[in-house]
């Protein structure tokens, strides 16, 4: 049976990633929507090459000169965040795949839920800043949500049916990032193209940025929290520079279920596209006698305080988690246009956060609210 696939973020990583999927089943998978930011020739490329009824460019000028570009075909074009939600609710699609960056993944989740889609979520944003949204509407619609982060799909195969009673704690397990081994010291006067050479994964520019901070350790803890209905407290972090180890779950009888597998994304995409079947995939094997030895390391919360920072957030809980990640999305700008140092970012999110009021349970306009203000309050404070 063919699986009716849209995915928003089509032109990043994880999307470039789950289309390369589709072309290894292209007798399982149609494309049925794709949307991006403003890619104009990667979204002409892959227009004429999986044809979906519809695709979308957030920015309209953008959209309008790919229109142009692609009118001989049979694609429809539409913009802006009325086109991310009518492609997260078209009836000609089944499966929804969120791989875009950011918060603006959180309202073409929730239109998706309500379509009755199956989600495979990559957008952590989602959860971090809207779980307490999503998973009652995940609940009440009776749709399927697949995690796709590595780490989080490495949970849910390790989990494998269990009752969650019985988890002990989460071991959530990281590469430790372009810095690993840094003192605080040592990261004063770095600049981006320093921050973007990852050891182990191919990821996009901000992902990339957030592991070498460990905030985007920080946003992984708040979104288990939410998918495995576990206590951040009960969640530890390991930094597993192999990344061979993709997380483990501990049980209360002792016994720890680990995932293993080597580091590529497109196990994780196309676990989550044939839950609950397996197909091969052609990655480099794991091969342990290979391997021999694998490490682990507690990350250095002194020098990397994005991980603090997030449970600070986490167990202030409300909206101060939408501030934590907002008030980063800014602070990464502002680095990847080389107008801050690496360490500036902590002081910008920590500033962010100690100038917030916690709204206690939020709703979607109380959570867009704080992001803008927590978007004003980086800027301010970058400019001191």
């Given at each position: 049976m063919?699986?009716?696939l849209?995915?928003?973020g089509?032109?990043?990583s994880i999307?470039?990633?789950?289309?390369?999927?589709v072309?290894s089943?292209?007798d399982?998978?149609k494309?049925?929507?794709?949307?991006?930011?403003?890619?104009?020739d990667?979204?002409?490329?892959?227009?004429?090459?999986?044809q979906?009824l519809?695709?979308?460019?957030?920015d309209?000028s953008a959209?309008?000169?790919?229109?142009?570009?692609?009118q001989?075909?049979a694609?429809?074009?539409?913009?802006g965040?009325?086109?991310l939600?009518?492609?997260?609710?078209?009836?000609e699609?089944?499966?929804?795949m969120?791989a875009?960056?950011?918060m603006?993944?959180?309202?073409?989740?929730?239109?998706a839920?309500r379509?009755?889609?199956?989600?495979a979520?990559?957008?952590?944003?989602t959860?971090?800043?809207?779980g307490?949204?999503?998973?009652?509407?995940?609940?009440?619609?009776?749709?399927q949500?697949?995690?796709?982060?590595?780490?989080?799909?490495?949970?849910?195969?390790?989990?494998?049916h269990?009752?969650?009673d019985?988890?002990?704690?989460i071991?959530?397990?990281?590469?430790?990032?372009?810095?690993?081994?840094k003192?605080?010291e040592?990261?004063?006067?770095?600049?981006?193209a320093?921050?973007?050479n990852?050891?182990?994964?191919?990821?996009?520019?901000k992902?990339?940025?957030?592991?070498?901070?460990?905030v985007n350790?920080g946003l992984?803890?708040?979104?288990?929290?939410?998918?495995?209905?576990?206590?951040?407290?009960?969640?530890?972090?390991?930094?597993?520079p192999?990344?061979i180890?993709?997380s483990?779950?501990?049980?209360?009888?002792?016994?720890?279920?680990?995932?293993?597998?080597?580091?590529?994304?497109?196990l994780s995409i196309q676990?989550?596209l044939?839950?609950?079947?397996?197909r091969?995939l052609?990655?480099?094997?794991?091969?342990?006698?290979?391997?021999?030895?694998?490490?682990?390391?507690?990350?250095?919360t002194?020098?990397?305080?994005?991980?603090?920072?997030?449970?600070?957030?986490?167990?202030?809980?409300?909206?101060?988690p939408?501030?934590?990640?907002?008030?980063?999305?800014?602070?990464?700008?502002?680095?990847?246009?080389?107008q801050?140092?690496f360490?500036?970012i902590y002081?910008?999110?920590a500033?962010a956060?100690d100038?917030?009021?916690?709204?206690?349970?939020?709703?979607l306009?109380e959570?867009?609210?704080?992001?803008?203000?927590?978007?004003?309050?980086?800027e301010?404070?970058?400019r001191?």
């Amino acid at each position: 049976m063919t699986k009716n696939l849209a995915i928003i973020g089509s032109t990043g990583s994880i999307g470039t990633q789950t289309l390369d999927i589709v072309r290894s089943h292209r007798d399982e998978l149609k494309v049925t929507a794709l949307a991006a930011g403003r890619n104009i020739d990667l979204m002409e490329k892959q227009v004429r090459e999986f044809q979906p009824l519809v695709c979308c460019l957030f920015d309209e000028s953008a959209a309008k000169d790919l229109a142009v570009r692609i009118q001989d075909t049979a694609c429809r074009v539409v913009s802006g965040m009325d086109g991310l939600l009518e492609i997260a609710s078209m009836k000609e699609s089944d499966t929804f795949m969120n791989a875009v960056v950011g918060m603006i993944g959180i309202q073409p989740t929730l239109a998706a839920i309500r379509a009755h889609k199956t989600i495979a979520l990559a957008n952590k944003e989602t959860m971090v800043c809207a779980g307490h949204l999503i998973m009652p509407e995940v609940a009440k619609e009776g749709v399927q949500l697949l995690p796709v982060d590595s780490e989080h799909s490495a949970i849910f195969q390790c989990l494998d049916h269990e009752n969650h009673d019985r988890i002990k704690r989460i071991l959530l397990t990281c590469s430790g990032g372009t810095f690993r081994g840094k003192k605080r010291e040592d990261l004063a006067g770095k600049h981006v193209a320093e921050a973007l050479n990852n050891p182990n994964w191919d990821m996009g520019a901000k992902v990339t940025i957030d592991s070498a901070s460990l905030v985007n350790k920080g946003l992984e803890v708040m979104e288990a929290k939410w998918l495995f209905d576990v206590p951040v407290d009960d969640i530890t972090v390991l930094v597993q520079p192999q990344s061979i180890c993709h997380s483990a779950v501990e049980f209360v009888d002792g016994a720890v279920i680990a995932q293993l597998a080597s580091p590529d994304m497109h196990l994780s995409i196309q676990y989550a596209l044939f839950y609950p079947d397996r197909r091969e995939l052609a990655i480099k094997p794991l091969d342990l006698f290979e391997v021999r030895d694998l490490h682990f390391e507690k990350p250095d919360t002194g020098t990397f305080l994005g991980l603090p920072l997030a449970y600070r957030a986490a167990h202030a809980g409300g909206s101060m988690p939408t501030v934590f990640n907002a008030a980063n999305e800014e602070a990464v700008k502002l680095f990847m246009r080389d107008q801050i140092e690496f360490l500036d970012i902590y002081d910008l999110i920590a500033g962010a956060m100690d100038a917030h009021h916690v709204i206690e349970n939020p709703s979607l306009e109380e959570i867009l609210e704080t992001e803008s203000e927590a978007r004003q309050s980086v800027e301010r404070l970058a400019r001191r």
